[in-house]
């Protein structure tokens, strides 16, 4: 099931116009302690409005599915990695320095 929520959630992104270039900006507006991660409020409310159509239980399930270390964030690599597999993401994540 898993599989098939990324999968979903992918596909409602790419209708809405989204792609992974979009992501690190989108958890930078979303991040509202400027910690770099979002957590279940910041990424619930990233989601919702995104209008993508999922409701609050899909949500939760899909912030669990990327928060697997249980310690309360996400990033936008991680994020944009389990949903576009292989694709770079154009952006660095709030933190990020050049090297």
């Known amino acids: 099931t898993k599989i098939l ?4 959630t992918r596909e409602a992104l790419e209708r809405a116009g989204y792609s992974s270039n979009d992501i690190p900006r989108l958890f930078q507006l979303s991040d ?3 910690n770099g991660q979002l ?8 989601i919702q409005g995104l209008r993508l159509g999922l409701d609050k239980d899909r949500i939760m399930e899909l912030y669990a599915a990327f928060d697997v270390d249980h310690e309360g964030g996400i990033d936008s690599g991680e994020f944009a990695e389990a949903l576009f597999p292989g694709l ?3 952006g660095k994540q709030a933190g990020e320095e050049d090297s």
């Open 32 to 34: 509202m302690d400027d």
């Open 88 to 90: 770079s993401v154009i």
């Open 39 to 46: 957590d279940m409020k910041e990424f619930m409310w990233m």
């Open 5 to 8: 929520l990324l999968q979903r």
